[in-house]
């Protein structure tokens, strides 16, 4: 059972959402994109869990504002913006034009040519189907390139609209990449594509797994946190 609550803590009110579980065993508290979650057994008390969370209100702020510092500003999609590709930051350029055209040109300027200009979701649809055109192509190489330091066959790579999770493999040897992915630096790309090329000899994420990661990309544990640091700002597109 789920129930949405406030509470008062350190000056602020904070909404929290109190779950109860018949086979939770210990009160839990988590602080997460989606805020503060309290996980308690099924008869725990209200007054348990007010305690519970005013004894650990100075790490609760701490992480709520940790995770508020993280969230990615509102994108407007306006002239002059400014949008990642591959690790570089492009100017938007908006032109008005009958016919709809996204083109890259020299000196980090990413025009965009539509009828409608000025509507943001005009823009950012023309974005996302900019992005997606120029995925395939280059995760397909990337897949490639790390298939062939495996000694694996090529994987068939298809181009997903995934929000929370950048990668996948299945047991049929197909891999999945969010085109949002196309944002980040090359060797963040790199690290993703890495990982999931090396289920293709470990369908887990054992040890040996990890070895496998490392072997095809060295420095994955800081590509790693820069996708974590950067993630939420990446999926707001």
């Known amino acids: 059972m789920s129930e949405a609550r406030t509470i008062r803590l350190g000056g602020r009110d904070v909404d929290f959402l109190l779950k109860r579980a018949v086979k939770r065993r210990r009160a839990l508290i988590t602080v997460d994109e989606r805020g503060l979650t309290v996980s308690v057994p099924w008869h725990t008390s209200d007054r348990y869990v007010v305690r519970f969370l005013q004894d650990s209100a100075s790490w609760v ?12 500003t509102a994108r407007t999609w306006r002239d002059g913006e400014l949008v990642d ?8 350029v908006l032109l ?13 300027v990413l025009t965009v040519s539509l009828p409608e200009p000025h509507s943001s979701d005009t823009v950012r649809a023309a974005l996302m189907k900019w ?9 397909c190489a990337r897949a490639e390139h790390y298939s062939a330091r495996l000694a ?4 068939r790579v298809f181009v997903s609209n995934a929000k929370t999770l950048w990668g996948s493999c299945n047991a049929k040897g197909e891999v999945r990449l969010s085109w949002r992915l196309m944002q980040a630096a090359p060797h963040i790309v790199d690290y993703v594509v890495a990982h999931e090329l090396a289920h293709l000899r470990q369908m887990n994420h054992s ?6 990661v490392e072997q095809l990309c060295p420095d994955y ?17």
């Open 221 to 237: 544990s800081s590509a790693r946190a820069e996708l974590d640091a950067m993630g939420h700002h990446f999926m707001a597109l």
């Open 131 to 139: 992005y997606r055109r120029h995925a395939l192509a280059y995760f």
């Open 96 to 108: 008005n034009d009958q016919h709809s055209l996204v083109q890259l040109r020299d000196g980090d």
């Open 85 to 92: 590709y591959l690790g570089r930051q492009l100017r938007l």
């Open 152 to 155: 694996v066959a090529a994987p």
């Open 207 to 212: 040890a040996r797994f990890w070895r496998i």
């Open 61 to 72: 702020l701490n992480k709520l504002v940790s995770w508020e510092s993280r969230r990615p």
